[in-house]
């Protein structure tokens, strides 16, 4: 089920959440480069536009809590976690205020899972690091 929604066309999951219009969010992923058009594509990309992975952060929350979505719950937490982990290692910003327990808890979690594709185990083992070499540098929310 993880493999099916990192395929999902980016803009397509995040035009169902309502948190940006189409043209936006079409502007957004077809200027990165490369240009990004599935959730793995923004999740791995090298240099991640902040408000897409704020904007998957949100939606996949907002999934896990809502009990009628078609994402599985922990699907939903998978990414929840990917996008934060993303943001700190790749683009050296903080997008949740969970503490730095909080985020260790999760990010151990996901990578236990053993449904877990090892590129995104490889992205969240990459944040547990940060986070235990206390880079003290990201901007908090």
């Known amino acids: 089920m993880l493999r099916m929604q990192l395929g999902a066309r980016l803009h397509l999951e995040l035009d169902r959440s309502g948190l940006f219009g189409r043209d936006t ?7 990165a480069s490369p240009p990004i058009q599935s ?24 999934c896990k809590e809502d009990s009628t979505s078609d ?14 982990a993303a943001a700190l290692t790749r683009c ?10 909080e985020l260790h808890a999760g990010f151990n979690w996901l990578v236990k899972q053993t449904w877990l594709p ?11 690091l940060h986070l235990r070499l206390g880079r003290h540098l990201w901007r908090k929310p």
Do not use: C, Q
Request: charged fraction near 25%; glycine fraction near 2%.
């Open 25 to 31: 969010l079409l502007a957004l992923t077809d200027k």
């Open 92 to 101: 050296g910003e903080r997008i949740t205020t969970l503490s730095n327990d």
């Open 118 to 128: 090892s590129r995104m185990r490889h992205l969240v083992t990459r944040a547990m």
């Open 71 to 84: 994402v599985a719950p922990e699907v939903a937490l998978a990414i929840y976690y990917a996008s934060i």
């Open 39 to 62: 959730v793995a594509d923004l999740l791995y990309h090298p240099r991640p536009p902040m408000d897409l992975l704020w904007a998957i952060k949100d939606f996949s929350k907002n």
